[in-house]
């Protein structure tokens, strides 16, 4: 009795938890003329359990319990939800999302709405800048536009990036072609992210009107500016974090390095150096050394109004970043401030001009080459402390006249890079016919460069160590 008691519980639970799953069928039509809607998506909040709707905007997804949402979304209307309680047929209305459709892109020398675009094009709006706090702007656009590859040159705070719009398309030069309020640039470094509006990729023919320069794409930014008949705004933003390696190579203890040295040597008729194995414990590890949690700190500032005619806008920013190799040995430090000004000089005649400042200090390591400091960190023997008895660095005798103490090496580094640039435009836009408008711009750029090189590799190579307060460095560095 027992016994049958359990199993017809059993099955009534059994029968219970299966009626709690639907298989839920119905169809999508447009609200307003009840045609189907074919390709839409139907998934079960929360899940990747999903299906689209067919030619006749009929779907069948399985397994939905009890108050499970079903999120409905189709490009140019509302995304719905749907609670379901039961498997009855449903009859799913979707309405269009006009502010979607009726959003304005920039395409070629002038716009287009979202929803009369036939070309590739795909739009970066501020609200994601705002979200991912880049650096750069190409930090921006990386995986955030289908076809469009962002490859790091280095790790190094502030290095530049290379875009990639569909693969390599020339020879030659493979970078897009970049616009910033239909200026070229060629320097992104020069734009503060937080200033930009909104960045349009053109991937397809629609980039053609720019020329020949346009065959790896076209980047069109269109930054931040006042708006006619709005009062002065000022926004100040502030932020900030630290950075860490995600992971580090694995990479032999000091026991475990002291034991193959020795099998080495005992292989080659010689006597062991380490007779002593167990006493060398963990030893040092280099990468630990060299690593470490880096600021990142951002400060922006805008001030942006307009009158009946004209729109004006102000920007200031300072943003400085620390590496997570060798900390502030290896800062970028960037100033940017903007001024724009357009106004409606008569009737049919406009005028936009604008100025933009950028000035980049940047302190570098050796980096992605023989000799790097994360190279002399793999490389050089964890039986080495940082230091010896007397406070200087140690040498790294025995493994290779290129290798040297990594945090020697960061510790005397003093390369320094400065950069200041200046570029501004000046254009007028007369519209002598409805839908016709001629433009001529004049756009100047000017930009100055400075910085030293002092890596004391050489000196290390050389087998000299110098101690730690670096005079004798510093010294021998008067010498050349």
Same mark, same amino acid.
């Given at each position: 009795m027992k016994y049958s008691f359990l199993i017809t519980a059993f099955l009534l639970f059994t029968?219970?938890?299966?009626?709690?799953?639907?298989d839920v069928k119905g169809t999508l039509i447009e609200g307003d003329s009840n045609f189907p809607l074919l390709g839409a998506s139907i998934i079960q909040k929360g899940t990747l359990n999903g299906v689209v709707s067919d030619f006749d905007g009929n779907f069948s997804i399985d397994g939905i319990p009890m108050n499970g949402v079903l999120e409905i979304s189709y490009l140019g209307f509302k995304t719905k939800e749907v609670i379901i309680t039961s498997s009855q047929f449903l009859t799913i209305r979707l309405e269009t999302d006009s502010e979607s459709l009726d959003e304005v892109i920039v395409v070629g020398y002038g716009t287009q709405r979202k929803k009369e675009i036939t070309g590739a094009v795909s739009v970066v709006t501020s609200e994601t800048i705002e979200e991912l706090a880049p650096t750069r702007i190409e930090e921006a656009l990386q995986g955030q536009v289908a076809g469009v590859n962002i490859t790091a040159t280095s790790g190094a705070p502030g290095s530049a990036s290379n875009i990639r719009i569909r693969g390599i398309a020339t020879n030659g030069n493979n970078q897009p072609l970049i616009l910033v309020d239909g200026n070229v640039v060629e320097d992104l470094s020069v734009i503060n992210p937080s200033d930009i509006e909104s960045i349009s990729v053109l991937k397809d023919a629609t980039a053609g009107i720019y020329?020949?320069?346009?065959?790896?794409?076209?980047?069109?930014?269109?930054t931040k500016t006042g708006r006619k008949n709005s009062e002065l705004k000022f926004d100040y933003n502030i932020s900030g974090g630290f950075q860490e390696t995600t992971r580090k190579l694995n990479v032999l203890n000091a026991t475990e390095y002291g034991l193959l040295v020795n099998e080495a040597h005992a292989n080659n008729g010689e006597s062991l150096p380490f007779p002593n194995v167990g006493s060398l414990g963990e030893g040092t590890d280099w990468q630990d050394e060299v690593f470490t949690n880096a600021i990142k700190l951002s400060n922006d500032f805008m001030m942006r109004g307009g009158t009946e005619k004209s729109t004006y806008s102000f920007s200031a920013s300072l943003l400085t970043q620390d590496g997570i190799v060798g900390g502030n040995k290896s800062n970028f430090t960037r100033y940017n401030s903007r001024l724009s000004f357009n106004t409606e000089l008569f009737e049919k005649v406009k005028l936009k001009s604008g100025v933009t400042y950028a000035g980049v200090t940047n302190k570098g390591?050796? &980096?992605?080459?023989?000799?790097? *400091?994360?190279?002399?960190? !793999? #490389?050089?023997?964890?039986?080495?402390?940082?230091?010896?008895?007397?406070?200087?660095?140690?040498?790294?005798?025995?493994?290779?006249?290129?290798?040297?103490?990594?945090v020697a090496q960061i510790a005397d580094a003093n390369n320094l890079g400065k950069t200041n640039k200046i570029s501004g435009f000046f254009g007028l836009?007369?519209?002598?016919?409805?839908?016709?408008?001629?433009?001529?711009?004049? &756009?100047?750029?000017?930009?100055? *460069?400075?910085?030293?090189? !002092? #890596?004391?590799?050489?000196?290390?190579?050389?087998?000299?160590?110098?101690?730690?307060?670096?005079?004798?460095?510093v010294e021998t560095l008067n010498k050349f």
């Open positions: 029968t219970i938890s299966i009626a709690q799953n639907f020329g020949v320069r346009a065959a790896n794409g076209v980047i069109l930014i269109t390591l050796a &980096q992605n080459s023989l000799g790097s *400091v994360l190279f002399n960190a !793999l #490389n050089n023997a964890p039986t080495f402390a940082v230091t010896d008895d007397n406070g200087d660095f140690t040498l790294s005798e025995g493994t290779g006249g290129e290798v040297i103490n990594p836009d007369y519209e002598f016919m409805k839908n016709f408008s001629a433009q001529a711009n004049i &756009q100047f750029n000017y930009s100055e *460069v400075e910085g030293r090189v !002092l #890596n004391p590799v050489v000196f290390y190579g050389a087998g000299k160590v110098f101690n730690k307060d670096r005079s004798e460095y």
